[in-house]
């Protein structure tokens, strides 16, 4: 695997991701999905490291994935839950990421509610001139890049199998529909599928969708289009993601009713007409089933990769965890 051209010590965004770095996540995810179809699904990569989800905010698939990733591994894991850890008794979260630490975490996978967070630990760990790598599982609105990388790497390798890669997605057209404004799954796929020749619309009622996305269009000309009804989204989409409306990031009363979000934003098959014949339809999860997805399209696996998204997520967590771990060995 391709670890020796990796120099990348932290993943905290997309931001700067360059097309290599892309392909080379995307060709190590594809060998250790083939290592998880063995009957032992488990390499030694990472023996004897250690590596700590320092998760502040929930998680079900995110966190699993996680552990099941640096399990297969070979990795030593450490879970850390905010609600029955010492913050409660006011440990701050600097103080609980240097503790880890001297307990010889060599990787911390960390979520927060706030965005930063990733990026603060990052920086103190660099300043303590300590080889320990900080992967971002999501920051607040920020960003998501396991989740935005994951996602690429199902789209690429239903294009391709075997050898899944950015290129593949040239002049494909993808739709994201739903709560753009609160998703740092968004903003991180907004960078990742940006990154090579294809349309990525995006579709939300405009509380959802500020202003401020369609100016980020045009910075990314003939790219990126934003539209506030779904129909003109979704004409010959190949693909369409489709998010939760994040109600626990809203700060007001953003729509008039759930009836009403799923009835003009809510993806079901007769909206699906609109689309490619073989269109796909991707969710990161958790799904509220009936509001942006209708719970039979969800289940209809003619058209749902929901459930690949999560098996996907396992291999890209393992290539992540292997290219930043696999420099500290030596
Ligand atoms: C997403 C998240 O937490 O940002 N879920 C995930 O990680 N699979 C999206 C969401 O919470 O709606």
Redesign the pocket.
């Known amino acids: 695997m391709p670890a020796s051209t990796w120099s990348r010590q932290h993943i905290l965004s997309l931001a700067d991701f360059t097309t290599t770095e892309y392909n080379t996540v995307l060709q190590t995810a594809a060998s250790f999905r083939e290592v998880l179809s063995r009957r032992t699904k488990k390499v030694p990569s990472l023996q004897g490291q250690v590596v700590a989800n320092l998760f502040f905010e929930p998680?079900t698939?995110?966190r699993s994935s996680f552990e099941i990733a640096a399990k297969r591994l070979s990795a030593d894991t450490l879970n850390f839950a905010s609600s029955t850890s010492s913050m409660t008794k006011g440990e701050t979260i600097l103080d609980t990421a240097k503790t880890y630490l001297a307990m010889g975490t060599d990787i911390m996978v960390i979520r927060h509610q706030q965005a930063g967070v990733p990026q603060a630990i990052a920086q103190e760990m660099d300043r303590l001139e300590v080889k320990v790598s900080v992967l971002n599982a999501?920051d607040g609105q920020h960003e998501?890049p396991s989740?935005g990388l994951l996602d690429l790497f199902t789209i690429c390798s239903l294009l391709d199998p075997n050898n899944p890669r950015l290129d593949l997605l040239k002049g494909k057209k993808i739709a994201i529909v739903g709560d753009i404004l609160h998703?740092?799954?968004a903003r991180s796929n907004i960078w990742s599928l940006t990154a090579t020749d294809l349309e990525l619309h995006l579709a939300a009622p405009p509380t959802l969708l500020p202003k401020l996305f369609a100016e980020c269009g045009q910075d990314r000309p003939g790219k990126l289009f934003v539209h506030w009804n779904l129909e003109s989204a979704l004409e010959d989409a190949d693909f369409v993601m489709t998010?939760?409306l994040?109600k626990e990031r809203m700060t007001a009363h953003l729509l008039p009713s759930l009836r009403e979000y799923h009835h003009y934003f809510g993806i079901t098959r007769s909206k699906l007409e609109l689309c490619k014949s073989n269109v796909k339809v991707l969710h990161?999860?958790?799904v509220n089933r009936g509001v942006e997805i209708s719970s039979d399209l969800m289940d209809d696996l003619e058209f749902s990769l929901i459930q690949n998204q999560v098996t996907s997520g396992v291999a890209v967590r393992m290539a992540l965890l292997y290219l930043i771990g696999s420099g500290k060995t030596s």
Request: a positive charge; aromatic letters at 0%; hydrophobic letters at 15%.
């Open positions: 998680s698939r995110t999501g998501h989740q998703s740092r799954v998010l939760r994040q990161p999860g958790p």
